[in-house]
Protein backbone atom coordinates (compact mmCIF):
# COMPACT_ATOMS: atom_id res chain seq x y z
CA UNK A 1 0.00 0.00 0.00
CA UNK A 2 1.30 3.14 -1.13
CA UNK A 3 1.08 6.79 1.02
CA UNK A 4 -1.14 7.97 -1.41
CA UNK A 5 -3.59 4.65 -1.11
CA UNK A 6 -3.29 5.46 2.67
CA UNK A 7 -4.73 8.87 2.38
CA UNK A 8 -7.28 8.22 0.11
CA UNK A 9 -8.53 5.45 2.65
CA UNK A 10 -8.10 7.50 6.08
CA UNK A 11 -10.36 10.23 3.48
CA UNK A 12 -12.81 8.08 3.01
CA UNK A 13 -13.73 6.81 6.26
CA UNK A 14 -15.75 9.85 7.64
CA UNK A 15 -17.85 9.93 4.85
CA UNK A 16 -18.75 6.42 5.44
CA UNK A 17 -19.66 6.87 8.83
CA UNK A 18 -21.36 10.49 8.39
CA UNK A 19 -23.59 7.93 5.64
CA UNK A 20 -24.40 5.34 7.93
CA UNK A 21 -24.62 7.46 11.13
CA UNK A 22 -27.40 9.14 9.60
CA UNK A 23 -30.09 6.31 8.98
CA UNK A 24 -28.68 4.84 12.11
CA UNK A 25 -30.64 7.92 14.33
CA UNK A 26 -33.71 6.28 12.53
CA UNK A 27 -32.95 2.69 13.16
CA UNK A 28 -32.19 3.33 16.66
CA UNK A 29 -36.39 5.12 16.46
CA UNK A 30 -37.96 1.81 15.40
CA UNK A 31 -35.89 -0.16 18.23
CA UNK A 32 -37.23 1.96 21.02
CA UNK A 33 -40.86 1.54 19.37
CA UNK A 34 -40.35 -2.22 20.77
CA UNK A 35 -39.83 -0.63 24.22
CA UNK A 36 -42.64 -0.32 26.83
CA UNK A 37 -44.37 2.97 26.15
CA UNK A 38 -47.24 2.99 28.41
CA UNK A 39 -48.41 1.04 30.90
CA UNK A 40 -52.19 1.00 32.20
CA UNK A 41 -53.05 0.12 35.96
CA UNK A 42 -56.12 0.52 38.03
CA UNK A 43 -56.61 3.45 40.58
CA UNK A 44 -55.16 1.22 43.14
CA UNK A 45 -52.14 0.16 41.39
CA UNK A 46 -52.81 -3.69 42.31
CA UNK A 47 -53.14 -4.75 38.11
CA UNK A 48 -51.41 -2.97 35.63
CA UNK A 49 -51.04 -3.64 31.87
CA UNK A 50 -47.83 -2.72 29.70
CA UNK A 51 -47.91 -1.48 25.98
CA UNK A 52 -44.87 -1.33 23.44
CA UNK A 53 -44.94 1.54 20.89
CA UNK A 54 -45.66 -1.32 18.14
CA UNK A 55 -48.61 -2.75 20.19
CA UNK A 56 -49.59 0.30 21.03
CA UNK A 57 -49.40 1.75 17.66
CA UNK A 58 -51.20 -1.37 15.93
CA UNK A 59 -53.85 -2.23 18.57
CA UNK A 60 -52.51 -5.45 19.71
CA UNK A 61 -53.63 -7.07 23.20
CA UNK A 62 -51.35 -5.85 25.86
CA UNK A 63 -48.94 -7.89 28.10
CA UNK A 64 -50.73 -8.18 31.53
CA UNK A 65 -48.11 -8.20 34.34
CA UNK A 66 -49.73 -10.84 35.86
CA UNK A 67 -51.16 -13.35 33.89
CA UNK A 68 -54.71 -14.11 34.46
CA UNK A 69 -55.84 -10.82 36.00
CA UNK A 70 -58.03 -8.24 33.88
CA UNK A 71 -59.04 -5.31 35.03
CA UNK A 72 -60.43 -3.33 31.95
CA UNK A 73 -64.12 -3.96 31.19
CA UNK A 74 -64.64 -5.02 27.76
CA UNK A 75 -65.83 -1.46 26.55
CA UNK A 76 -62.53 0.47 28.16
CA UNK A 77 -60.27 -2.87 26.13
CA UNK A 78 -62.31 -2.38 22.72
CA UNK A 79 -61.38 1.50 23.70
CA UNK A 80 -57.94 0.59 23.87
CA UNK A 81 -57.01 -1.84 21.87
CA UNK A 82 -57.25 0.35 18.16
CA UNK A 83 -54.94 0.95 16.12
CA UNK A 84 -53.57 4.44 16.05
CA UNK A 85 -52.62 6.15 12.76
CA UNK A 86 -50.26 8.64 14.18
CA UNK A 87 -48.28 6.18 16.02
CA UNK A 88 -48.20 3.77 12.66
CA UNK A 89 -47.14 7.29 10.73
CA UNK A 90 -44.38 7.80 13.18
CA UNK A 91 -43.09 4.51 12.58
CA UNK A 92 -43.74 5.12 8.43
CA UNK A 93 -41.35 8.31 8.42
CA UNK A 94 -38.94 6.73 10.47
CA UNK A 95 -38.46 4.31 8.00
CA UNK A 96 -38.38 6.63 5.06
CA UNK A 97 -36.14 9.17 6.37
CA UNK A 98 -34.11 6.11 6.97
CA UNK A 99 -33.94 5.56 2.86
CA UNK A 100 -34.14 9.07 2.36
CA UNK A 101 -30.77 9.67 3.97
CA UNK A 102 -29.16 6.56 2.27
CA UNK A 103 -30.09 6.99 -1.10
CA UNK A 104 -30.17 10.86 -1.18
CA UNK A 105 -26.85 11.47 1.09
CA UNK A 106 -26.17 15.40 0.45
CA UNK A 107 -27.48 18.60 -0.08
CA UNK A 108 -31.69 17.83 0.26
CA UNK A 109 -31.46 14.69 1.24
CA UNK A 110 -30.08 15.53 4.76
CA UNK A 111 -33.03 18.29 5.33
CA UNK A 112 -35.70 15.75 3.99
CA UNK A 113 -34.17 13.66 6.74
CA UNK A 114 -34.15 16.44 9.29
CA UNK A 115 -37.89 16.92 8.43
CA UNK A 116 -38.63 13.39 8.56
CA UNK A 117 -37.44 13.16 12.24
CA UNK A 118 -39.27 16.35 13.33
CA UNK A 119 -42.26 14.98 11.64
CA UNK A 120 -42.27 11.72 12.94
CA UNK A 121 -41.66 13.37 16.65
CA UNK A 122 -44.97 15.77 16.41
CA UNK A 123 -46.85 12.20 15.24
CA UNK A 124 -45.33 10.53 18.87
CA UNK A 125 -46.47 13.17 20.70
CA UNK A 126 -49.99 13.84 19.21
CA UNK A 127 -50.48 9.65 18.97
CA UNK A 128 -49.48 9.44 22.39
CA UNK A 129 -52.00 12.06 23.62
CA UNK A 130 -54.56 10.49 21.40
CA UNK A 131 -53.76 6.99 23.23
CA UNK A 132 -54.06 8.73 26.56
CA UNK A 133 -57.21 10.24 25.69
CA UNK A 134 -58.35 7.05 24.91
CA UNK A 135 -57.70 5.19 27.76
CA UNK A 136 -58.54 7.95 29.69
CA UNK A 137 -62.34 8.11 28.25
CA UNK A 138 -62.77 4.66 28.35
CA UNK A 139 -61.52 4.33 31.80
CA UNK A 140 -63.92 7.15 32.88
CA UNK A 141 -66.69 5.64 31.64
CA UNK A 142 -66.40 2.39 33.85
CA UNK A 143 -66.38 2.21 37.50
CA UNK A 144 -62.88 2.67 39.42
CA UNK A 145 -61.04 3.49 36.20
CA UNK A 146 -57.32 3.01 35.20
CA UNK A 147 -54.53 5.62 34.66
CA UNK A 148 -52.33 6.26 31.43
CA UNK A 149 -48.52 6.18 32.37
CA UNK A 150 -45.97 6.79 29.75
CA UNK A 151 -42.91 4.79 30.28
CA UNK A 152 -39.57 5.46 29.19
CA UNK A 153 -39.69 3.52 25.55
CA UNK A 154 -42.10 6.74 24.71
CA UNK A 155 -39.12 9.20 26.30
CA UNK A 156 -36.54 7.35 24.38
CA UNK A 157 -38.29 7.38 21.28
CA UNK A 158 -39.00 10.95 21.34
CA UNK A 159 -35.42 11.58 22.22
CA UNK A 160 -34.01 9.17 18.87
CA UNK A 161 -36.48 11.43 16.49
CA UNK A 162 -34.32 14.37 18.23
CA UNK A 163 -30.83 12.98 17.76
CA UNK A 164 -31.81 11.97 14.01
CA UNK A 165 -33.13 15.33 13.40
CA UNK A 166 -29.59 17.13 14.56
CA UNK A 167 -27.26 14.01 13.23
CA UNK A 168 -29.76 14.70 9.49
CA UNK A 169 -29.20 19.08 9.91
CA UNK A 170 -25.54 18.85 11.56
CA UNK A 171 -23.24 19.31 8.70
CA UNK A 172 -20.66 16.68 7.26
CA UNK A 173 -16.82 17.52 8.13
CA UNK A 174 -15.35 19.81 5.32
CA UNK A 175 -12.41 18.35 3.01
CA UNK A 176 -10.11 20.92 2.65
Known amino acids: MTEQDHVDVVA ?15 LLVLICFALPFAT ?29 LQ ?9 ATKIRPLLIAA ?21 AGAFSSILGGIFLVFGQLGARHDFDRAAGSAN ?14 LAAFALAAAMC ?3 GRRRG
Open 12 to 26: AGPRWREAYLRPAGF
Open 40 to 68: VSCDDGSQSVTYTGYSLATGHAPVFEKPG
Open 71 to 79: FLSNEQAAG
Open 91 to 111: IVVAVAGALLVLVWRRGAGRW
Open 144 to 157: GGAAFHDRFGYWLT
Open 169 to 171: ALP
